[in-house]
């Protein structure tokens, strides 16, 4: 008798184990669903239709704010593959935000996703943007579909991008199989 108990406190302990290491794993993994998900990616959400906002209506000063002042923004889709300061990347694309406030330049941005990861304060975004440009009353130029990833904290309840990272060039049929 004393060695099935013995035997049945073992084999509890191991299930016990087993248990909190499968979930500590997933966790760990960022697979565990929590109650604050929904809400996370509300917010989230919510960003990402600011960040759209913001370029449809040449909103420099708004766009910039979706970004930690210390974010970088890395480029591999095209020849000029770089990481730079989102400073400097700023800088190079103010003029755009111009010429759309203006109404010289029709801007857009929108996002889907294939994997979002994080917990009440980070987040790390898999997807990809499609971005399209229509200078006056030219023909609009062909729509860019990009892969990307995205690095946010929340900081003051707002969430800000700490890293973008331009990857690869996308197609719109892997837009298409996105949500």
Not at 84 to 92: E, R
């Amino acid at each position: 008798m004393k060695k099935i108990k013995t035997a049945l406190s073992l084999i509890f302990i191991l299930s016990i184990s087993t248990i909190y290491a499968s979930n500590h794993t997933s966790a760990m993994m960022g697979e565990m669903q929590t109650p604050n998900d929904s809400l996370r990616l509300a917010e989230l959400d919510n960003f990402w239709a600011e960040v759209s906002r913001t370029v449809n209506d040449g909103d420099f000063e708004g766009y910039k704010s979706t970004y930690h002042e210390d974010a970088v923004v890395v480029f591999t889709t095209g020849e000029n593959k770089a990481s730079i300061s989102i400073t400097k990347a700023l800088l190079n694309w103010k003029k755009d935000f111009i010429d759309t406030k203006a109404g010289r330049t029709k801007n857009s941005v929108e996002f889907r996703f294939s994997q979002r990861i994080g917990d009440e304060t980070t987040a790390h975004e898999t997807g990809i943007f499609v971005f399209q440009s229509k200078e006056g009353s030219i023909k609009a130029n062909p729509k860019q579909f990009i892969h990307f990833q995205a690095l946010l904290v929340k900081r003051d309840n707002a969430w800000l991008m700490v890293m973008e990272y331009q990857k690869s060039k996308a197609t719109e049929e892997d837009w298409e199989l996105l949500e």
